[in-house]
């Protein structure tokens, strides 16, 4: 299975540039936005039989049994100068405000998805790679949040601002990246995709391509599902 350890340094870099965009809407104080501090922390269950290597491992320390989290937080708490706890608390905030920082970051996971037509060499339309849905950003960022009346459990997805467009409509004056390919002679959807890539209308997340606000401003749409799994539509006229 991947490192948890290695999947935690890309959530926490993932984070760090959401906290550096506008993309979510940070807590001030005094005209002064405060950055969370983001620690990175491995659970597993308290009945699990963990052995930890005799080798030094760089943040092996940070994978913990779920009991002894409180722990972990109450010693870092502890180990903190009296300057930094100072410090620490000109970042104190109301549990409503982290909620509200809590449900705009969690609003823009997508679920990643698999083009298994790409994976196992099918042409045909949807044989681009599978890519993570690229959210709507600074809309679900500017979506007004609301505190949870009921608990998590009984909490529904929201549903969609507007109907979704028929896939038949998005398809005018634009094409597949499979055909997209073949009318600038480009041999292959990943020489395709990597042309893109260099123009800046993709970029790589992981194992996985997201329209970049330059392809979605040109008329790029990703369609989600299809026979073929998710792919991409582009404009006749893009630009490469």
Known sequence: MPSPLEQNRKHVAVLHAVQS????QLPTRLGLTIRPSIQSVVLVSKGARTTRPKTKIDGIDQVIKADQLRDLIE????????????????????PET?????RQIARLHRPITFDWA??????????????????SVNAAAQRPVERASK??????PPLPDT????????????LSTSKLAAKLGIKGN??????????????RQGDQHVLTDLAMASGAVRIGKSRYGPYFLWPESIKL
Request: glycine fraction near 10%; proline fraction near 5%.
């Open 118 to 135: 790409a994976k196992l060499g099918i042409e045909g339309e949807g044989t681009s790679q599978a890519e993570a849905a690229e959210p």
């Open 75 to 94: 010693r870092r708490i502890g180990e903190e100068s009296a300057a930094s706890a100072l410090l620490s608390m000109g970042k104190i905030i109301s």
């Open 163 to 174: 109907a979704p467009t028929p896939e038949g409509d998005l398809h005018r004056g634009r």
């Open 151 to 156: 608990p998590a459990a009984d909490l529904k």
């Open 190 to 203: 990943a020489a395709m995709l990597d042309r893109l890539t260099s123009a800046g209308y993709l970029v």
């Open 21 to 24: 965009s506008s993309i979510v």
């Open 98 to 102: 982290l909620e509200d920082l809590a």
